[in-house]
């Protein structure tokens, strides 16, 4: 079991970067939107087969939601169907790639660098007999005092999404009424 879910982590994991690479290398940004979304699905699930469930559906409910929101504003924005419309991913480069170089070479550096702890004992929390505890600790260092905020922004995202699609409507709610909104007047 332990080769198959390597395997599938592998897959995972070159789709993810595959996909978050093309994301600069298409033309519209409805593409570059479905293909990050594609990616973070392939992370998410990566995390799921590491048997963190938790995190692994928050990522991928998370930025789902996240392209939704941007595929709606796009639309509201742009007024026309963006995976038509050919454009540059790109800005700035030259610029770009010397930045995500240097911050790779750091971040590698960084990794072989530092001292890294090592565990002595195995920690109360990942006992099999503690798995709940484990959801419950984990769920609460994600979310914590934060509840009521996530629980208002989802509120907020999804009137965003039906207020976006309103906007986006070519004809409106009342023309079929006329100007004066009485019907009829047409």
């Known amino acids: 079991m332990d080769l198959a879910r390597d395997i599938a982590l592998g897959a995972l994991g070159v789709v993810a970067v595959v996909t978050g690479a093309l994301v600069f290398r298409v033309d519209s940004m409805a ?99 503690s798995s709940e505890a484990t959801t419950y600790a984990l769920g609460d260092a994600l979310m914590g005092d934060h509840m009521l905020v996530m629980m208002v922004v989802s509120q907020v995202m999804l009137a965003t999404i039906v207020a976006g699609i309103v906007i986006a409507q070519a004809r409106g709610r009342y023309e079929r009424l006329g100007d004066d909104l009485k019907g009829g007047s047409r």
């Open 31 to 129: 593409r570059a939107t479905y293909l990050l979304a594609a990616s973070f699905v392939a992370v998410g699930a990566s995390v799921v087969l590491l048997h963190l469930d938790y995190v692994g559906v928050v990522v991928v409910l998370m930025m789902l939601m996240e392209m939704a929101v941007m595929g709606v504003y796009m639309v509201m924005f742009m007024g026309m169907n963006p995976a038509l419309m050919p454009m540059s991913m790109v800005h700035s480069g030259r610029r770009a790639v010397i930045a995500a170089v240097t911050c790779f070479v750091l971040l590698a550096v960084g990794i072989l660098l530092v001292p890294w702890p090592t565990r002595t004992e195995v920690p109360t929390s990942a006992l099999p007999s």
